[in-house]
């Protein structure tokens, strides 16, 4: 089993859509958690850090649930430029490495 | 300020030959990672420094590869002799602290042939 699960898409939203993306993550050691945003041929860039009271940063949600072990990112309003493949991302406790998520694809079309 | 990079940008290499990477951190970022992404999979962790020690090398596949980061500053990632499966896009990342801001490189694609 894959320590950090994404469905892999591609999700195709029109412009100004609310798009969500789950993700799984099997340590439960894990401590820090992040999305990331990858696009074709780039490096994966952080998007946000995901805390446990969950947070918001302009049209981008992050929850994170402990217990059952699931990340989500909720994007409203979505943006052409939002298109991009967007990567669950973990730490776990003592360790100083990322694990990551094999991406989630978005494409949004006019 | 100048960001992650790396070098070269694409590497074409045929089997058995050897490769030398290199990535040059944001300045001041004592914590260096190697990642490596092979093709259809996720992005695997190599290994880890922290100023010129190895802190985490548990991702290193095996002896063919070799990281060095002399004098805490640069890194080189060194592929001897390169296989068929080590094609892929390899990433190096610097963080100033603990992981919430890694800053990635715009990675290394290195085909095997």
């Known amino acids: 089993r894959k320590e950090v699960e994404q469905d892999p898409g591609p999700f195709n939203v029109p412009e100004g859509a609310t798009v969500a993306f789950n993700c799984t993550y099997s340590?439960?050691?894990?401590?820090?958690f992040f999305w990331y945003r990858q696009d074709c041929r780039k490096e994966p860039k952080l998007l946000m850090s995901v805390y446990s009271s969950g947070n918001e940063d302009g049209r981008f949600t992050a929850q994170l649930n402990r217990a059952s072990q699931y990340i989500s990112l909720l994007i409203r309003d979505s943006k052409l430029s939002d298109s991009a493949t967007y990567l669950c991302?973990?730490?776990?406790?003592?360790?100083?490495?990322?694990?990551f998520g094999a991406g989630t694809r978005l494409a949004v079309h006019p | 300020e100048a960001g992650v990079t790396q070098f070269p940008s694409h590497s074409v290499i045929e089997k058995g030959q050897t490769v030398t990477l290199r990535c040059d951190p944001i300045?001041?970022?004592?914590?260096l990672y190697w990642y490596r992404r092979v093709m259809g999979k996720e992005i695997k962790f190599l290994l880890h420094f922290v100023k010129e020690s190895k802190q985490d090398e548990s991702g290193m596949p095996n002896n063919r590869f070799l990281a060095e980061r002399t004098g805490g500053t640069y890194s080189t990632l060194k592929v001897q002799p390169a296989e068929l499966e080590d094609s892929g896009v390899y990433f190096c990342?610097?963080?100033?602290?603990?992981?919430?801001?890694?800053?990635f490189g715009q990675g290394t694609r290195l085909t095997v042939v």
């Open positions: 990342a610097s963080s100033l602290g603990s992981l919430t801001e890694a800053f």
């Open positions: 991302v973990v730490s776990a406790r003592g360790y100083n490495k990322l694990i």
């Open positions: 340590n439960s050691a894990s401590q820090s």
């Open positions: 300045s001041g970022h004592d914590n």
